[in-house]
């Protein structure tokens, strides 16, 4: 069974540091791009980064570029988002989610199928 | 940035109803949007891709269609379990986005 396990949520507070886990299994996690999208208690989705299916590459939304970073490690099957500078709207529910890939009229085009349940994370004093 | 916007924001069904939300694209994104349904203390689940293809093991009442920058996704015959908020997604270009979402009570 294809599954993603967030784990390393917890309370900080403003300024403080937190790293996010993600375990993937059922599938070869390293023919994946992954990403990290949050969600705010009581508000929408909202994508927060990239990374390529070999860690070549990374993007992030502007809200948390400089502050957080992506990685992964292909031999351990497990996604990273290490959150530095942290702020009390950075508090929110973190999934990680896999991005599948479908080619039409010659282009690649990326879609999120799998997703966690979710890693809370609350930034408070 | 690509500014989704959907409606309504909330809408009150009974059972069997039939069930359409809109997302308009502020710009052209091809059929790079996506449908998922979240219900409370859940993830979300895909529904949808690539505006009108469906997904396996998600009930046949749920199409989606588009026109131009206007996507729809319709519900046949609402049932009771499909009460829940809707999102659209783009994955045309970065900062990837996503709709406010649509919620369903039962009425």
């Known amino acids: 069974e294809v599954q993603l396990e967030e784990s390393g949520g917890g309370l900080v507070q403003p300024g403080g540091s937190l790293r996010l886990s993600c375990a993937a299994s059922?599938?070869?996690?390293?023919?994946?791009?992954m990403y990290w999208v949050r969600q705010a208690p009581g508000k929408g989705l909202v994508w927060v980064s990239r990374i390529y299916s070999d860690g070549s590459s990374t993007y992030y939304a502007d809200s948390v570029k400089g502050r957080f970073t992506i990685s992964r490690d292909n031999a351990m099957n497990t996604l990273y988002l290490q959150m530095n500078s942290l702020r009390v709207d950075d508090t929110a529910v973190y999934y990680c989610?896999?991005?599948?890939?479908?080619?039409?009229?010659?282009?690649?085009?990326?879609?999120?199928?799998?997703w966690g349940k979710g890693a809370t994370v609350i930034v408070s004093s | 940035e690509i500014v989704l916007t959907q409606s309504p924001d909330f809408q009150s069904v009974t059972p069997n109803e039939k069930v359409t939300i809109t997302c308009r694209a502020s710009?052209?994104?091809?059929?790079?949007l996506h449908w998922y349904q979240q219900k409370p203390d859940q993830s979300p689940k895909l529904l949808i891709k690539f505006a009108s293809q469906s997904i396996s093991g998600v009930p046949s009442r749920f199409s989606g269609s588009v026109s131009g920058t206007d996507f729809t996704l319709t519900i046949n015959s609402l049932d009771a379990e499909d009460v829940a908020t809707y999102y659209c997604h783009q994955s045309s270009s970065f900062p990837y986005t996503f709709g406010q979402g649509t919620k369903l009570e039962i009425k």
């Open positions: 059922g599938f070869i996690f390293s023919n994946y791009w």
């Open positions: 710009q052209s994104i091809g059929s790079s």
């Open positions: 989610a896999r991005a599948s890939v479908d080619r039409i009229m010659g282009y690649y085009h990326y879609y999120m199928d799998v």
